[in-house]
Nanobody
Framework: QVQLVESGGGLVEPGGSLRLSCAAS????????MGWFRQSLGKDRELVASIGWSGDSIKYADSVKGRFTISRDNAKKTLYLQMNSLKSEDTGVYYC??????????????????WGQGTQVTVSS
């Protein structure tokens, strides 16, 4: 497994932006497909976006397409999620997760084996 730590969450008004980061522990490889998930009160954890190990393949949930951008910096062992035009329904705890080594972007949660502790995102006026 790889240890992951999310950061960058907070309170933002509708229409605002946040950038989430997910850092892997030092000394750990970062050649994994990666993903961002979120969980809102009363809802199941859902995929927000995923990215292949090299950044060449990307998938987004329909609800965030055109507003969110997932990216990664393998040299820094960091995954990012740029969130623009935020809506109240984007509120939730956001988790990063690591999937298969050298894997492509995937929407299957079962493929993700390592998870961070999450960072809270609240969109409210």
């Amino acid at each position: 497994q790889v240890q992951l730590v999310e950061s960058g969450g907070g309170l933002v008004e509708p229409g605002g932006s946040l950038r989430l980061s997910c850092a892997a522990s030092r000394g750990t490889s970062f050649w994994y497909a990666m993903g961002w998930f979120r969980q809102s009160l009363g809802k199941d954890r859902e995929l927000v976006a995923s990215i292949g190990w090299s950044g060449d393949s990307i998938k987004y949930a329909d609800s965030v397409k055109g507003r969110f951008t997932i990216s990664r910096d393998n040299a820094k062992k960091t995954l990012y999620l740029q969130m623009n035009s935020l809506k109240s329904e984007d509120t939730g705890v956001y988790y990063c997760a690591a999937g298969p080594q050298f894997g492509g972007a995937t929407s299957r949660a079962i493929e993700f084996h390592s998870w961070g502790q999450g960072t809270q995102v609240t969109v409210s006026s």
